[in-house]
DNA sequence: CATGAATGAGGTTTCATTCAT
DNA sequence: CATGAATGAAACCTCATTCAT
């Protein structure tokens, strides 16, 4: 569909799952990188153009990886969507239950802080940048953690994770949107931390 | 050469605020009415022709009446700035102190989930819309109310002006962008409320 | 046609050449006045509004006056044709014909520089204005100079009068177009009218 | 947080005048060919839109080339400067130097006739196109054949440099504005020419 | 596959002109 | 008659996306 030029040894077709040629993955890891920067500084209407220019890479390139400005979005999406489950993977396995769910929205917050308006677009679910399952799963690495952090008397037994997962968004939110500096960021969220834990504390 | 009488570099008038035609008035009010609308739906980022469209205007006359969009993106937030401090002016004189200051947060609230992102916009002094004193009328507003319900008993000691801001901040960004239900939207604001209560409750 | 509403006094009409009221001929002349400077200052594209203002009066005065921009010009050019053809009779009348010539050429070349590109316009026929007549007047004037000057033998005999007003143009324009100081204007002049001497000078 | 390298603000690339491909550089000759065309034919106020049009090109692509409209003009008068400097270079190199002088003189009032608003343009310096030395080579082009002709003796001694310019914009902007027959540019141009030849001719 | 030039719809803004007040 | 707000057709310019090289 693209070239219907005699590609002989490569069969001329486009499989959608072929393994990446090594200097494409490369390509691909960098658009990325520089896309999370990109709309981290400027926002989400910053221009695909930049993105290009920051990953060293001409404009042909990011639309052959991504053919859409969406798919960008979305596809930074996922990575650090895999990269935030990841750590809430870590902290369930090697961390006291009673911290791990503390420590993770913690986690969280701070790095909305550090990369910036994706976090943001992850929970922009409402303008449908990708149907559902993108908060789904954080939403599951946080169920595990919150269940956990209830267990062990950590957490008070009324709080639903639908609230949990609000208040996360609320938080990186507005530390994004606040431009909070870090000493208020840190009271900031003791004070909502403090709103999960049992009265007695 | 001639008369060198009736120079005005920009109208011909001497009084600078000349109070407008009923119908340029009545414009104007539309407008910023369908601007707010358009911006709560679309963003910031949807086009200066459809708020025209919406008001039933033309073009034209959004741009005589806000020369720029920065234009009329700060004239809302200045009129909804005044409606919110007029609100909290409002609640101070008459209610309950140990209440109003619970109340002014959740208007606050429910009042950005309808207007959508105009709240937010105010929050972005970082854009720079308007140089400071956007917030800062907000921000006093709500001091006054805070202290108030300090000496009632009804909030908790240590709690800061700035950490107040900063929960409203938190609260209405992730009211819009999570597209919280009004059930969410409730017990959320309990839960962060509740925070700012004295420890026994 | 205008107003519908009972003006019995004045008739309603709009009579064409109905002697104008005097607030009337005085905003005409306020106009007429300003478009000069302006246009002299900013060019034919300045704005009709510019116009409106250094006039002090409202953008639809102008327009009443003037239905169409190009009328505008048209009156500036028609009004300052008439200047300038005054002057060249009075010249005519009062002064040495072997001089008058002269003095006449430099006069324009002055005006020219001081009403800045009025005097372009009324040459820029070519773009049509108003289809002949501008300058044919401005030439026959100019021709009774010549003549006169030529009689006297202050001019070469084969000067013909399309290469005058050719000259006068050029000198107009590249002093407009060139920003000459008053020195380089007097001396370019000098050589240009040298031209037109006879021989031995 | 990823790499760094590769970080180029605007295109990636660290050569910075790259030669252009081979459309590219087809297209913008195209571009300065139509844009030169119409603004001779309809002064430097015809559209970006037009001259796209007449190039058969899309807009896009003349803002591609000439990010503003402002340097497409000034692109314009860079190409014709380049060219009106051969010329010059060439008559220098080849002729007779009593007659190079006017020759090249005759050759731009000729070239302005031709290509229309753009010798007009070369002057505006006023209007600040490309701060100064956009004439400024043209009049060292001029000087070294005006010393030349000066020294053959075609030329009276007293004429001065900048004499030579003001009539060389007077005549070209004349014949532009004036719309000169062929007939009455010879007769115009032969008359100035004279003023700069010795007395006994 | 990468490149980067070309496309063209759409956004903001200006301005001559009309028309309600 | 004067006023000045409203109109709407361009103008300039941006940017996601396509496609020849």
């Known amino acids: 569909m693209l070239s219907t030029a005699g590609r002989a040894s490569t069969g001329g077709t486009v499989t959608p799952e072929r393994p990446l040629r090594a200097d494409?993955?490369?390509n691909r890891a960098r658009i990325l990188a520089a896309a999370e920067e990109v709309f981290a500084e400027r926002g989400?209407?910053?221009s695909t153009e930049e993105v290009a220019a920051r990953?060293?890479?001409a404009i042909g390139t990011v639309f052959r990886h991504f053919p859409t400005k969406r798919d960008l979005l979305a596809a930074i999406m996922k990575e650090l969507r895999g990269r935030l489950v990841g750590k809430a993977d870590a902290l369930?396995?090697?961390?006291d239950?009673?911290?791990a769910f503390f420590d993770y929205f913690g986690y969280l917050v701070e790095s909305s802080a550090r990369i910036g308006t994706v976090v943001g677009l992850l929970a922009e679910e409402g303008t449908a940048i990708e149907p559902g399952a993108?908060?789904?799963a954080l939403t599951g690495a946080f169920g595990s953690l919150l269940d956990a952090a209830r267990r062990a008397g950590a957490v008070r037994g009324d709080v639903r994770l639908d609230e949990v997962m609000a208040l996360v968004t609320a938080t990186t939110h507005g530390a994004l949107a606040g431009g909070w500096?870090?000493?208020l960021r840190r009271r900031t969220l003791a004070r909502i931390l403090d709103a999960l834990r049992p009265a007695g504390r």
């Open 24 to 26: 494409a993955r490369r």
């Open 44 to 46: 989400a209407s910053a």
């Open 55 to 57: 990953a060293g890479v």
């Open 92 to 95: 369930a396995a090697e961390g």
């Open 97 to 99: 239950p009673a911290t």
């Open 134 to 136: 993108q908060i789904t």
């Open 181 to 183: 500096s870090d000493d």
